[in-house]
Each structure stands twice: as structure tokens, then as C-alpha cells.
């Protein structure tokens, strides 16, 4: 019983955090390059313009999960400031590269410890946070994707209409709606907490906190589905046109992404994912496009973790120092972002 104190207190080392670091940023890598011929392949049917813009997507969807991770943490009693939530959020994001989904967990509990939160509570907030984010995701894929798969078929007769090829989800959307509900997740917080032998949360999750981050959940499946659907376009869009290839690439994703998430034993869900987009994408674009979107997807939202982690680092030094200082004079921590 007295491992896992001896395990937190060991990733308090520096030495440790920046093994850590080195690590997911190295595996990081490895999952980009490890396709480095067929990445260059696809990337010679992109142009500039194409590649900068659905960068910035993707981007924006990093950083909006972001914001609604920190709307939880917010709500449940602990309002980080933006450098603050950047640091702690992007950095710890780094983890999902190594396989496994609790360095995710561990390493912004940890980070989050800087800025004394308590562990409990940052554990809590990515739960609730993910909660949220595989809630929109489906509801995205129930609302949208029907849109873009009216009336097609996978070429053996199949019928491909939006409830034909989602209708398992009709019960699984609601029954994750129910769990979001506070009477219903609060009380379930509680067990988890209990079954870990930690205290139990000083705030309950509120409908206004949740609210808060399903709206920034919901902007940032829009940042990544548009992000797919600038890729795709690049390369030919088929006959769907531009509404219809528009919501297969949101819905697309989104439904990818769930996919991805369930195989929790694959780095970022990789492979899982690249083969459900892929599929949808491909009805779209044709097997050809799809390659070239799903690899190039795949890369872009790859750096845009690397480039927030880092630049969360570099900016979120300076208000480090001063916590700690308040810290260790008795004061207050304070991030003023």
C-alpha cells in the first residue's frame, strides 16, 4: 500500500518529469515517422496553403479540448489561469503517446500539483472532461453523419443511411447523457474516489460548468472536422459536394476519435482511428484521398500537440517561479493569466 505514495513522490523529481517528457516527445515522433514514406507521398498532393490552414485547426481543436478540460477543473473548485491550464493540460496531453491511458492521468495530476490542486480533483476533471467529450462526439455522429450518408451504398448493396450504419448509438448517446447529469455523475465521482481511497470532491460538478465544456467540446470537433474537410477537399471531394463532405468530415471524426478512444491500449488511438476515418472519408474521396487525409490529419494534430506542449512549457515558466516563491514564503499561489 505504500507504492503508490512512493511512485507520486518519485515523479516530483525533476529528473523524472523530464524523462517523462522526453519520452512522450520521442514516441511522438516515432508515431509520425514511422509511415515516413507514405507521409511524404501524401504530403506532395498538398499545397502550402492547404497544409498552414488545417494546421491551424488543428490547433484549434487541441487548444479548445483545453478549454474544456479547464471549465471542469473550473467548476469542481479550481480556476487555473490560462498559462497555468495550458501547462498542465498540454504537457500532461503529451502522455496519451505512451501506451496506456494513465500516464495521461498521472502526469497533469502531477503537473497540476504545482498549483495545488489536489490530485483528486484533476483526475476527477479529466474523467468528467472525457465524459463530455465522447457525449458531443456521438451526438455529433447521430446528428451529422446521417447527413452525408443519405442514400449511399459501400457498393455490395449495403445500405449505408445514416441509422442503418449508426443506429447502435441511439442507445449509447443517451445513456452517456444520463451520466452527465450531476444527480447522476456526482454520486458516481463519489465511488470512484472511494474505490481509490481518496477523499471525496469539496465541489460538485454543477449543469453550468458542464455546459461550459460540452460548448468548447463542440467548437473543438468543429476546429477538427474542418480541419478534415479542408484536407479532403485538397484532394478531391467526390460527388458529395461541399455541405455533405462538410458533415461527413465532422461526423467522420468525431466517430473515428470514439473508436480510437475505446482501444485504450494503442498510443493516441492509433491505428483504430486512422481506419474508421479512413472508411469514412474514403466514401468521399475514394481509398486514395482518404490515405492522404488520414495521414496527413494524423501528423498535423501530432504537431500541434508537440508545438502547444512546448509553448506551454516556455511561457508558463515564469508564473511557475512566482508560485513557487508565494509557496515558500507562506503566501498564496497565484497564476495571474
Known sequence: MRLLPRVLAALRSPVVRVGFLLLALALAVVYVVRDADAIAAAWSRLDPGTVVLALVLSLGNVALSGASWRAVLADLGSRLGWRAAARVFFVGQLGRYIPGTVFQFVAQAELARDYDVPRRRTASALVVALL???TTALMLVTGVLPVALAGRGDGSGADLTGWAWTGWLRWLTPFLLVLLVP???????GVLLRLARRDPLEHPVTWRGLLAAALWALASWGSVGLQVFVLASAVGGG?????RLLALAVGGYALAWAVGFL????PAGAGAREVALAALVGLGTGSGGAAVVVLASRVLLTVADVLLALAALLTARGALARIRTASAAGGAPHDPA
Do not use: K, Q, T, Y
Open 183 to 189: 444527480r447522476v455523475l456526482n454520486p458516481l465521482l
Open 132 to 134: 463530455v467529450s465522447m
Open 239 to 243: 460527388d458529395l459536394g461541399a455541405g
Open 263 to 266: 482501444v485504450v491500449l494503442a
